[in-house]
């Protein structure tokens, strides 16, 4: 309770925290894609030749593509020809310890709050820190390793683990799902990779802070997390971005395979640079994220959205196996002229499946907020169930919440209920904080966290004080 | 302690307080009766800081400062507590939570030490044991899902954690049932003392059974018509407004 409180001291006029640059240096290509430049990526990471091929299928792919332009969200459309496909942070030789890494990268995660020691000591947490594409900290390995999980950068993993990652790469998110997962399957840089073998429980939360650092560089992530029969594995990931003046492109994809009755709980908290009052700046966020659950599996998405300009987000669960479950937790907070259009979608595939989507939205100032969620429920799928609640809190009376809710069951044994509210922060809610001796921004703090508190409650603990904290900054100014 | 002159007020252009002159000293206990529309929640909000009042003329001085254009928050860390005729309810917001806010920014602003955490805890279970509370109470929401009674119990005990040094009670006695009553007014009465001071608000003479008050004003058309000790509740009880207000 004390660290809320401190937390609420510190709102009043922050400006967006993570705005400077680290002057790390970057090795760049030149802008522009075409083969050349993915052979060139492929050459650099010195990978096998099945990647290439797979990278330049997608390349074929993506030439006969063009952006979706379904969703609630209004852009200039991106010209992939002016974008830098690879920044890899200038590797001097490999890191056994902290102490060989560069200083001014050790700088940046001070700036970001983040002391990896500490981390390390503290909170149990097993970080691998991604500037730009390159991953350059890994730590906990030994501890991981002793339990066979094998926690690294993608990269290391295509080296070290090729029958793996060939396996798995593109099993749940296919080359040619949609545009933005076909670019990021043609020119992915790093990512990472896990995979927890039968029977094992992770003992700690798997951690992995991206950054956007290179000015005009497209970064396109690529995670894959397997969890192999009866084993368990909770993964965050936190995000945070310098200022920029131009807009960045952000298209990763993240894919889980939760084998039979395994489970994964996969954490995020986006707060990369929305741009500025005026819309000016901030980055694009095209994510594909999924995963499947065999037998008695469970995945459950949670994720705390306040970043970005544009959010494109649709984290969701392919119930493949009788008896899975699959969860979505959101909240999404748009504030000045950010948009959203983010939400799941639930296949239900395998009997006697259940799903759960919780979706919070906030909108204010000149914002955007959608949700847009399927429940599919096939023929075979008998006895499933899904429960929906999705609800909107809006500030002021320039932002719009939309609800795009799509419902298909091609059975009658199962069951979709749905549940949607949209509400205002009321005056009368304000004033009586205030009487109490509550200041207005921090009132507004309050009320916000409290209408998202079924969702933040889902948080592992280290998450839940930082989402918190990003859901009052992101709001401040919203409201008088 | 309060020293009210003259005050106007206006909302929307339409005048509600009309010159109003009321002198509140520690220790004292002030009763404001009055028909319905007679300005008397106008004065609660006014004397609370909420802004869609205007003040077009007179002062309202507490603890010797001009509280006119300070903020509700200001107001409140002077140690004024309004219990809210309608409480809002703030779903999600634990009242435990939002008590320690409550203290917490008050201490911060006052330059006070931080309320140790076991003091704040103890002092929390304390005050539900006297009101009847059941400390579940803590851990749920502001008033979601309360009944009436509930929701006013719960600004009684809010008094009591946050010991203003004036107390503004608006209706908080409507609604309430008998045994509810015998509570709020044993809240008040714990909270009395020679250095605090409370204003009622109320349409009954019931609650001034129980906590009895020094002096009763009779508010009508945003002006204090008479004024007398506890024996003018009586008397209004039984003549009606009609017979004091010509």
């Known amino acids: 309770m004390s660290e809320e409180n401190k937390i609420l001291k510190k709102v009043a006029n922050e400006k967006y925290k993570y705005g400077f640059v680290s002057k790390l240096e970057s090795e760049k290509i030149s802008k522009g894609l075409n083969e050349d430049v993915i052979k060139l990526i492929s050459k650099k990471r010195e990978e096998p030749e099945w990647l290439l091929s797979y990278r330049l299928k997608a390349f074929e792919r993506l030439k006969g593509l063009s952006s979706p332009k379904w969703a609630n969200i209004d852009f200039k459309e991106i010209d992939l020809q002016s974008i830098s496909y690879y920044s890899a942070v200038k590797k001097k030789k490999k890191y056994n310890s902290l102490k060989e890494v560069d200083p001014e990268l050790l700088k940046t995660f001070k700036k970001l709050g983040i002391s990896i020691e500490e981390q390390k000591r503290l909170t149990g947490v097993a970080m691998d820190v991604v500037v730009d594409s390159v991953s350059v900290a890994t730590t906990f390995q030994k501890e991981l390793k002793k339990l066979g999980i094998i926690f690294c950068p993608i990269s290391e993993a295509i080296q070290n683990h090729p029958e793996l990652v060939k396996k798995y790469l593109g099993s749940v998110v296919p080359t040619s799902d949609n545009y933005y997962a076909t670019l990021n399957s043609a020119v992915f840089t790093d990512g990472s990779f896990c995979y927890v073998p039968p029977g094992v429980r992770c003992p700690m939360e798997l951690s992995t802070y991206f950054r956007i650092n290179e000015a005009g560089t497209g970064q396109f992530e690529r995670t894959l997390v397997i969890a192999d029969k009866d084993s368990y594995v909770s993964y965050l990931e936190g995000c945070t971005a310098p200022i920029r003046e131009e807009h960045q492109l952000h298209a990763a994809v993240v894919e889980l395979v939760a084998l039979e009755s395994s489970e994964i709980k996969y954490s995020t908290v986006q707060n990369w640079y929305p741009g500025d009052k005026d819309g000016i700046g901030g980055v694009y966020n095209f994510v594909t994220k999924r995963g499947v659950c065999h037998k008695k599996a469970k995945i459950s998405w949670t994720q705390i959205e306040t970043g970005s300009a544009i959010t494109w987000k649709y984290p969701s669960c392919v119930l493949k196996g009788d008896d899975s479950v699959g969860e979505f937790f959101s909240v999404a907070v748009t504030n000045n002229k950010q948009q959203a259009d983010t939400g799941t979608k639930m296949i239900h595939l395998g009997k006697n499946t259940s799903s759960t989507i919780i979706s919070k939205g906030v909108c204010a100032g000149n914002s955007n907020g959608s949700y847009r969620g399927l429940v599919n429920i096939a023929k075979n799928a008998k006895n499933s169930r899904n429960f929906s609640q999705c609800d909107s809190l809006l500030m002021g009376d320039k932002c719009g919440a939309h609800t795009f809710p799509y419902f298909e069951c091609k059975n009658n044994s199962s069951t979709i209920e749905h549940e949607a509210t949209t509400s205002k922060i009321s005056d009368d809610q304000l004033f009586y904080c205030r009487q109490r001796g509550i200041s207005e921004e921090n009132a507004i703090g309050l009320i916000v966290n409290g209408y998202c508190k079924d969702v933040l409650k889902k948080l592992p603990m280290e998450f839940a004080v930082e989402a918190q904290k990003l859901l009052e900054i992101s709001l401040e100014g919203s409201v008088g | ?246």
């Open chain 2, 1 to 246: 302690m309060l020293k009210i002159s003259n005050l106007k007020t206006i909302i929307n252009d339409t005048k509600i307080l009309n010159g109003i002159n009321l002198s509140v000293k520690p220790g004292e206990v002030h009763a404001i009766m009055g028909p319905n529309g007679s300005g008397k929640s106008t004065l609660a909000s006014v004397l609370a800081g909420k802004e869609e009042h205007e003040v077009v003329s007179g002062s309202i001085k507490f603890l010797n400062e001009n509280i006119v254009g300070l903020s509700p928050e200001e107001i409140a860390h002077l140690g004024v507590f309004l219990s809210f005729q309608y409480p809002v309810e703030i779903p999600g917001v634990s009242l435990m939570t939002f008590m320690k806010a409550c203290l917490d920014q008050r201490q911060e602003k006052l330059k006070q030490p931080a309320i140790p955490a076991s003091d704040f805890i103890k002092k929390m279970r304390e005050t539900c044991k006297s009101l009847n509370i059941d400390p579940d109470w803590l851990s749920r929401g502001i008033n979601d899902g309360f009944s009436g009674g509930e929701k006013k119990r719960n600004e009684i005990f809010q008094m009591l954690m946050l010991n203003p040094r004036l107390s503004i009670l608006d209706e908080t006695d409507s609604g309430l049932d008998i045994d509810a009553l015998k509570i709020v007014s044993s809240g008040i009465n714990m909270l009395r003392s020679s250095s605090n001071s409370f204003i009622i608000i109320t349409h009954y003479e019931r609650i001034l059974n129980y906590v009895v008050p020094d002096y009763v004003h009779i508010l009508s058309e945003g002006q204090i018509v008479q004024s007398g000790g506890a024996e003018l509740a009586k008397k209004l009880e039984e003549t009606g407004y009609s017979e004091i207000i010509k």
